[in-house]
């Protein structure tokens, strides 16, 4: 004899509240596939990135403000140039002394008469003065415009400098001195320039500046 099986409806919604259950739990609890899959951002410790940045930061810092004060001095030195007298340029200064007596003797076996060497003094100093000018100014600015503004600051120096020589005895303010002081800066700067950008070009890509 069959026998029908008579529908519990308490005992569906107690099966269908226990497969709710069970998916609960199961999308509340994480899988080992999950957590590996996911990153972990927090237990990333970020103080080594932060203190290379920073130390990278410092080290740029110094070297700029190392190229300035080479500036600096640079600029102390001609005016402790132009500050000396004639003659204590060409007898009381040692060194600088005898090589401007060893150009001299060699101007003079050249041209049979005595020339005036200390024009080379000038373009020796502010072409040194253009080439640390430039290398303070890459730092803050193109290249082309560092160029630029190198000449211009070095040749108002200039200015100033023969300016200084009106009052140092046996000194004279000389127009074509500041002539060859801008040439020589201008030359000096330009030349920095391309040893820079020659030196950046052979750089890997992610290393240049």
């Known amino acids: 004899m069959n026998r029908t099986k008579k529908h519990n409806p ?25 957590q ?24 740029s810092t110094k070297i700029v403000a190392l190229s300035w004060m080479a500036v600096v001095a640079m600029a102390g030195i001609i005016f402790w140039m132009s500050a000396n007298t004639g003659s204590s340029i060409n007898q009381g200064l040692g060194i600088i002394s005898a090589l401007k ?11 049979g008469h005595e020339v005036d060497v200390s024009p080379i003094g000038h373009f020796v100093e502010y072409f040194i003065f253009g080439v640390l ?32 020589q009106l009052f140092v005895p046996e000194r004279s303010c000389d127009p074509m001195d500041w002539v060859v ?11 920095c320039r391309l040893a820079i950008k020659n030196r950046t070009s052979r ?5 240049r500046r």
Do not use: C, W
């Open 10 to 34: 308490n005992h569906t919604s107690k099966a269908a509240s226990s497969g709710k259950s069970n998916t609960l739990r199961k999308s509340n609890t994480p899988t080992q596939s999950g």
């Open 36 to 59: 590996a899959s996911t990153p972990n951002h927090a237990n990333k410790p970020a103080y080594p990135n932060k203190a290379h940045r920073m130390k990278h930061s410092a080290a």
């Open 101 to 111: 007596a060893f150009l001299s003797s060699i101007a003079f076996s050249l041209t």
């Open 133 to 164: 000018l430039l290398n303070a100014l890459r730092f803050h600015m193109p290249l082309s415009r560092a160029v630029l503004l190198a000449i211009i600051i070095g040749s108002a120096y200039g200015i100033t400098d023969e300016f200084h």
């Open 181 to 191: 002081d801008t040439i020589a800066i201008a030359l000096g700067a330009a030349l």
């Open 203 to 207: 750089k890997p890509k992610d290393q």
